[in-house]
């Protein structure tokens, strides 16, 4: 069911979309429990204006274009068990992007984004993946450092980091 205001509550949302974007709101869209899965061919998602803010349920996001994205705000994941993959950023935030509890994987071309600056990750547990954050030919590093995910210093959860110089397929084992 989606209740008045934006606000995503328990029950079950299928959502596949063509042409448009999944889910739309001009405001804030809130998710607070379900099962939701949004499939897009070549737009994002869940998009919100204000913010896009996930309390709870299971959110599972397959998008041609950003898989949660606010455009003028933040997005807050809060708890839950989300799983994106997306074309292009997995999540992105204009303002804030904050993380404090849940499980989130954010798998896409440049996984967790947020233009105002830094990722606040004080919580949950937070898989992300960076297809795009590679060199290409004539490419320096300094071309594609504003790509990269950034994790603010005020961040409390433990955060590793890692690039690799070689593709990693599904399910290869790497060693630390």
Not at 154 to 163: A, D, G, K, R
Request: glycine share 14%; proline share 1%; net charge negative.
């Amino acid at each position: 069911t989606i209740k008045s205001g934006g606000t995503v509550g328990d029950g079950k949302l299928l959502i596949d979309a063509s042409y448009q974007h999944g889910l739309h709101c001009n405001n804030d869209v809130k998710i607070t429990g379900g099962d939701i899965r949004v499939k897009t061919i070549s737009s994002d998602g869940i998009r919100g204006k204000k913010s896009v803010e996930i309390k709870g349920g299971k959110l599972d996001v397959n998008a041609g274009g950003d898989g949660v994205k606010s455009t003028k705000g933040d997005v807050f994941v809060s708890g839950g068990d989300t799983e994106i993959k997306a074309g292009n950023d997995a999540v992105q935030g204009e303002t804030t992007v904050q993380i404090s509890n849940g499980s989130l994987k954010a798998n896409g071309d440049r996984g967790i984004t947020n233009a105002a600056g830094e990722i606040l990750i004080t919580g949950g547990v937070v898989f992300a993946t960076a297809t795009k954050d590679e060199l290409k030919e004539g490419q320096t590093e300094a071309d594609i450092k504003d790509n990269r995910f950034k994790v603010s210093a005020e961040s409390t959860q433990p955060v590793i980091l890692l690039n690799t110089k070689e593709q990693i397929v599904k399910d290869q084992r790497v060693e630390l």
